[in-house]
């Protein structure tokens, strides 16, 4: 199996859109597969455009697409080229004198020029400042549904480049959401060996046990390298708590390194274990350095190691055996009613519906998001109405198997029309079933793939079933119960692999299971659930002659590079980074700004400020045009660590900083503050005038900013200032002082004004909870 050289050793296996930057590879790679993916092809048709455009200065750059929302997908079409910019960029660079004033409309338009015109994509359009958009041809969509459909569902399966996986959970005892680990796990195990990966579970023999042991002795309670310590055991920890499970996972790392020869190991395992896994692989990396370590010498291809964390509850179980009591009172008798003929035609039981239902519950959720059913979340979920369920999909199924026993048998396969209207957005979506899988194997999310069956049956709905019998309908409607069985086998939602719920539960003892972190990585990492890194404004200025005023769009993110958020406040992201976005504008939602301006942030994407640790990762990526978009400016694109260890280090519980970043076409400020132990407060304002005031409504006024954390315990100033534009009157002028004490609660504070009045109040949360 064909690979490119890869250094990060830590990260996922190679994706596609790298591969193709190797067209060796890539022949090599869709020759050994039989088939190619909408992406690889749509990739390399819009590469020979580029390369064949301003040469020889885009050589090596590469085409970026991505797919468009449906919001945007009929705006523009059904794909974007966005890397525009960039190709802006890299032209100015290479010749300032011939591009320096050229603008992106114009690359853009030699682009077009040169695009080699073929069967899949329509066209291409200009949206914006020179952006590129395009749709797949609905003719050339039917050809390849129905050559998916003749060479089977392996004619769908994503190509992963990866030979041999290893899946399984670390040594230590740890896990107290054994159902949710357990479904996670046998999910992506199941995507894989779908996309052609040999997976298997890691093992542990004497022998590396011994070398392990030898090569990372344990010390009164710590375990090292050489001289470097690597990890502690807890005090007071379990019994179970042992060195041996540290050597028992460097053993086991060292199997799937040079015994199992594994091109990608994963190991599932709750997220607060990040740091302990990661500091095993991290020691890993180093085993083929050591002559007396290496079972092979001349074996040095190292294997990706990646870590599939996920959210824990603390009380699965016990909300379980709540949901299964309920099941076996009430919700067995009405399991008929909820699911009726859907779940008969599917021979499904009872018990089966209901496990089913469950487990899909916990695979659409965010692996970084709890999730534990309640009674009440239970009843949503057997209303198949409500959406994204599982008894949504079963009826989905059902009425496109319908739809196919209606209809006559002709040849679908000689069928050679074209999709037009909502039939070609469903085609398209078919088609997209393979760049999600991929995407759901390569950074180890599943939910994706739930997300994708309920669009496509939402979609079917909406597009297909309403539609008058066609030989295209009966084709998409052939191809999307193909992709909906292989989906809901994926995902372990069929009878074949519903084993019982009861099969996972434990014996309960009355109370809840203790979470308990047995063993963690040396240094420590600080996280402190209620420190917090908020960010305030930002300075912009653009250095280019002549650029005044402009419009502003990208994003301005922060992340804390060490683990999980708290309280799942954020998105995350494909490596399991979780994002707050303080700015995120796309170039169809810029803003206006002026050069050498301040940007005050509102609420940042989370609603709460970021919780930190030892580091924090800023990204920047933020470009301008000017008023007309004749010209275009990336004027940031960058992802900074910052570095937080002497702040935790030192005496001072509060620090502010600025972030700045400098370009070659500007440069950006951004003003940020560091507490230790903070408090969340939610900011309101009621405004309430006298009768001859009428200039603002009665009611509660809209904030720029709502949200926003203050130092606990320690005094901060609230000042009220209000002022009449047109006489400069000063209505309000008022300044107060409070301690911010957690268990404050609410503050109330009473601004009187020149016929008029407000109510700020302030409401006080720990931990996500109101103090109240």
């Given amino acids: 199996m064909p690979r490119l050289p890869s250094k990060r050793s830590t990260e996922n296996p190679t994706t596609t859109e790298e591969v193709i930057k190797d067209p060796t590879t890539t022949k090599e790679v869709i020759k050994k597969f039989g088939r190619s993916m909408l992406s690889i092809d749509i990739t390399l048709q819009l590469n020979a455009s580029l390369q064949n455009s301003f040469r020889p200065y885009l050589k090596d750059e590469l085409c970026v697409c991505k797919r468009l929302d449906e919001g945007r997908l009929k705006k523009y079409g059904d794909y974007l080229c966005c890397n525009i910019l960039r190709i802006c960029e890299i032209l100015r660079s290479q010749d300032p004198n011939r591009f320096r004033h050229t603008s992106p409309k114009t690359i853009a338009k030699e682009i077009m020029v040169n695009f080699v015109k073929s069967d899949m994509i329509r066209g291409l359009t200009l949206v914006d400042i020179g952006f590129l958009a395009f749709k797949i041809n609905g003719e050339w969509m039917v050809e390849r549904i129905q050559k998916n459909l003749k060479d089977g569902i392996v004619a769908w399966a994503p190509m992963v480049c990866a030979k041999r996986a290893i899946v399984d959970f670390p040594a230590q005892d740890i896990d107290v959401d054994g159902v949710r680990s357990c479904y996670i796990r046998d999910t992506f195990v199941r995507m894989l060996e779908y996309s052609g990966v040999e997976v298997s579970g890691k093992i542990c023999n004497d022998q590396s046990l011994l070398k392990v042991k030898k090569y990372f002795p344990e010390e009164q309670g710590t375990i090292r390298k050489k001289e470097e310590l690597l990890f502690v055991i807890k005090e007071k920890a379990s019994h ?286 600080r996280q402190n659930p209620s420190s917090r890194f908020e960010l305030f404004s930002m300075f912009i200025s653009v250095a280019r002659n002549g650029f005044e005023m402009g419009e502003l769009f990208g994003s301005v993110t922060v992340s804390d590079t060490c683990g999980l958020l708290s309280h799942g406040w954020c998105k995350v992201d494909a490596k399991g980074c979780g994002h707050v976005a303080h700015f995120n504008h796309d170039f169809d939602n810029s803003i206006g700004i002026r050069d050498t301006c301040f940007l005050p942030f509102g609420n940042p994407g989370s609603r709460h400020s970021v919780a930190f640790s030892d580091s924090i990762k800023m990204g920047v990526h933020l470009s301008v045009t000017t008023k007309k978009k004749d010209a275009c400016y990336q004027l940031c694109s960058c992802d900074h660590d910052i570095e937080l260890g002497d702040f935790w280090d030192g005496t001072e519980s509060v620090k502010r900083n600025t972030f700045s970043t400098r370009g070659i076409n500007g440069c950006v400020s951004i003003f940020y503050i560091l507490i230790k132990d903070a408090v969340d407060t939610s900011w309101s304002l009621w405004y309430e005038p006298e009768p001859t005031m009428c200039k603002l409504e009665k009611g509660y006024q809209k904030l720029r900013r709502s949200t926003v954390a203050v130092p606990a315990n320690e005094t901060f100033k609230i000042r009220a200032f209000l002022q009449d534009d047109d006489s400069r009157e000063v209505i309000v002028d008022e300044t107060s002082k409070y301690v911010a004490i957690p268990k404050a609660g609410s503050i109330e504070m009473l601004i009187k004004g020149k016929n008029c009045y407000f109510k700020l109040i302030v409401d006080l949360t720990v931990d996500g909870k109101n103090c109240g």
Avoid at 451 to 462: A, D, G, I
């Fill in 240 to 525: 179970n708590a042992h060195a041996n499970y540290v050597h028992e996972d460097l053993a086991s790392l060292w199997c799937g390194i040079y015994e199992q020869k594994a091109d990608w190991i994963v190991y599932v395992t709750p997220v607060r274990q990040r740091d302990y896994i990661r500091k095993c692989f991290t020691a890993a990396k180093d085993y083929y350095e050591f002559e007396d370590f290496a079972a092979d010498r001349d074996f040095k291809k190292h294997p990706t190691m990646s870590y599939l964390g996920y959210r824990t509850s603390g009380d699965e179980q016990a909300k379980l055996f709540r949901l299964w009591g309920a099941f076996q009172s009430y919700y067995k008798e009405a399991c008929d009613s909820y699911v009726g003929e859907a779940m008969m035609a599917s021979v499904y039981s009872r018990e089966q519906v209901f496990e089913c239902l469950i487990k899909y519950a916990y695979l659409k959720t965010h692996k970084y998001s709890e999730c534990a059913l309640d009674v009440q979340g239970l009843r949503e979920e057997m209303r198949f109405t409500q959406g994204n369920n599982f008894l949504h999909l079963l009826e989905a199924r059902k009425k496109i198997c319908s739809v196919i026993e209606d209809s006559s048998s002709r040849d679908l396969l000689k069928l050679n029309k074209t999709f037009v209207g909502k039939e070609r957005e469903f085609g398209l979506l078919l088609l997209q079933f393979t760049e999600v899988m991929e995407e759901a194997c390569l950074t180890l999310m599943p939910h994706l793939l739930c997300e994708y069956l309920f669009s496509l049956s939402k979609n079917f709905t909406s597009y297909i079933l309403e539609a008058q019998p066609s030989e295209t309908r009966v084709l998409l409607c052939k191809a999307a119960e193909v992709v909906m069985e292989k989906g809901f086998d994926l995902l372990g939602i069929t009878p074949k692999f519903s084993k019982g719920l009861t099969s996972y539960l434990r014996p309960q003892t009355g109370k809840a299971m203790a979470i308990r972190d047995h063993y963690i990585s040396y240094p420590v990492s």
